[in-house]
């Protein structure tokens, strides 16, 4: 497994944008994008293996785009239109097996905050 450092995490206003970025230590089959959101369970973002196959969870398609840099093993969350509910914390995940936009990976960093407020 990898060593994944998350940032990028901050405040905005709804309707706002942010880019949330994770390195890993080394090279890695999937890296992926989870979230703790208050009150609710930890759900899957969005997932990119390091052939650029993708998967977003529905709440995510047309917001959030996920790409990375297997050069530099960085992973991207763009996050645009931001709502109130998207406030929580963001974990970057990976795997060396398989990929989707789930909460279950060997590799988990310390996630970073996303504050959206009114």
């Known amino acids: 497994q990898v060593h994944l450092v998350e940032s990028g995490g901050g405040s905005v206003q709804a309707g706002g944008s942010l880019r949330l970025s994770c390195a890993a230590s080394?090279?890695?089959?999937?890296m992926a994008w989870f979230r703790q959101v208050p009150g609710k369970e930890l759900e899957g973002v969005a997932s990119?293996?390091?052939?650029?196959?993708?998967h977003y969870a529905e709440f995510a398609k047309g917001r959030f785009t996920i790409s990375r840099d297997n050069a530099k093993n960085i992973v991207y969350l763009q996050m645009n239109s931001l709502k109130l509910e998207d406030t929580g914390m963001y974990y970057c995940?990976?795997?060396?097996?398989?990929?989707?936009?789930?909460?279950?990976?060997?590799?988990r960093g310390q996630g970073t905050q996303v504050t959206v407020s009114s």
């Open positions: 080394g090279s890695i089959y999937c």
């Open positions: 990119v293996t390091m052939y650029d196959t993708i």
């Open positions: 995940g990976a795997d060396d097996t398989s990929c989707s936009a789930r909460t279950d990976f060997g590799s």
